[in-house]
């Protein structure tokens, strides 16, 4: 196939990304959005399309390429306040952007295996867990992706050496101690004491974990028995999302949290188990990767700015930079685009055209 244009990319890729916002999905079923992704690359170039049952990804290769690059979209929605599915954080223009990369590399030499990765469940932090491992299984040796973020200039690049994302996971702590009347408490194991001792305890433990950077803990649900007001009950749960800058300290925090409920649970003779959910690894850029991507964007003229603080949310690319040297960086989508994740935000189409570059750069 001949060579695209800017003009033609950025026009095609515009109606994609507005056809993928018509169809978000949850994480770990973006049937609809990988079948839209694959036709529109299987019409309009002659990548090797890969499908992977739940993500697929596409190949350019050339004869005598001296390396392999790998470049990643995720394609998953989140869900609005009125219970509602909607691509509230852009992965739709993520997604239609590395189609754009795409499109851009047809008819091109570039001395590179050129992999583009779609990769589902980002909001879950399992996705990338999936898809990383094709970094091992291709021997790629650099991987690059992007997140637009609302609050900076619309198409400029944000570079962060070091943590740009934070690690998190969530952390469930399930008690079980013994039912009683509420009349006589102290026949009965209540949870709820354990309960609150342990949100008390948290900004010490997180402060006693911290030695790199913040270390924080929010509390997501608190439960321990019903409207029940005869009732001292037997059952409590505890959810908290951890996060901190860096891998390490979130585990140390995490044993904190759990030694400490472990032991007061036996002395108090409660059960006690745990559980993880969305595990996220810090998004972590070595600086010698982020001194090269400057280099790149310098020489291809594409304005960028670099960040001294991490964001503080938590993005799934860390589990490919485990695998291989690579970057992470933002794409302004403008100082006055509505926050990620709330109602009146959609990925702006003024930007498409700046992320495309920015990938192309690092080609």
């Given at each position: ?17 507005r ?12 049937k ?13 170039t002659?990548?090797?399309i890969?499908?992977c049952?739940?993500?697929?990804y ?6 005598g390429a ?9 394609m998953d ?11 509230g ?7 239609a ?9 047809e ?15 980002e ?24 997140h ?11 570079i ?12 469930i702590i ?41 270390v ?7 439960k ?11 059952d ?23 030694s400490?409920?472990e ?38 003229r ?5 960040e001294?603080?991490?964001?503080r949310?938590?993005e799934?690319?860390?589990w ?12 302004g ?11 009146a ?7 498409l ?10 080609l």
């Amino acid at each position: 196939m001949k060579s695209n244009t800017y003009e033609q990319i950025i026009s095609e890729i515009k109606t994609l990304r507005r056809q993928l916002h018509k169809c978000p999905e949850l994480s770990g079923s973006e049937k609809e959005t990988m079948k839209r992704l694959k036709e529109f690359l299987q019409e309009r170039t002659s990548f090797t399309i890969v499908d992977c049952d739940t993500w697929f990804y596409a190949v350019h290769e050339e004869a005598g390429a001296w390396t392999s690059k790998a470049f990643r979209a995720d394609m998953d929605a989140v869900t609005g306040e009125d219970g509602q599915l909607f691509h509230g954080c852009g992965h739709d223009g993520h997604s239609a952007v590395l189609a754009g990369l795409c499109l851009l590399l047809e008819g091109r030499k570039t001395g590179c295996n050129v992999y583009a990765i779609f990769q589902p469940s980002e909001e879950t932090g399992q996705g990338g867990k999936i898809c990383s491992r094709l970094l091992e299984e291709k021997g790629i040796r650099e991987v690059y992706g992007f997140h637009n973020l609302p609050g900076y200039p619309a198409g400029q690049a944000v570079i962060k050496k070091g943590t740009f994302a934070c690690a998190s996971r969530g952390l469930i702590i399930n008690l079980q101690g013994r039912q009683c009347h509420a009349a006589y408490p102290e026949e009965g194991i209540n949870p709820a004491w354990l309960i609150g001792e342990l949100i008390g305890s948290i900004p010490s433990l997180a402060e006693r974990a911290a030695s790199q950077g913040m270390v924080l803990a929010t509390i997501i649900e608190v439960k321990a028995g019903g409207e029940n007001f005869g009732v001292s009950p037997a059952d409590g749960r505890l959810a908290i999302t951890i996060r901190a800058e860096r891998l390490p300290e979130l585990n140390r925090f995490q044993a904190f949290i759990l030694s400490l409920a472990e032991k007061r649970a036996v002395e108090g003779g409660l059960k006690f188990w745990y559980e993880i959910v969305d595990e996220f690894p810090d998004t972590y850029n070595e600086p010698d990767m982020a001194e090269v991507c400057k280099r790149r964007f310098e020489e291809s003229r594409i304005a960028y700015v670099e960040e001294s603080v991490p964001f503080r949310w938590s993005e799934d690319f860390g589990w490919y930079l485990m695998k291989a040297p690579g970057m992470f960086f933002g794409v302004g989508a403008g100082e006055d685009c509505p926050g990620l994740h709330t109602g009146a935000y959609e990925f702006p189409d003024e930007i498409l055209e700046a992320a495309v570059r920015a990938f192309e750069a690092l080609l």
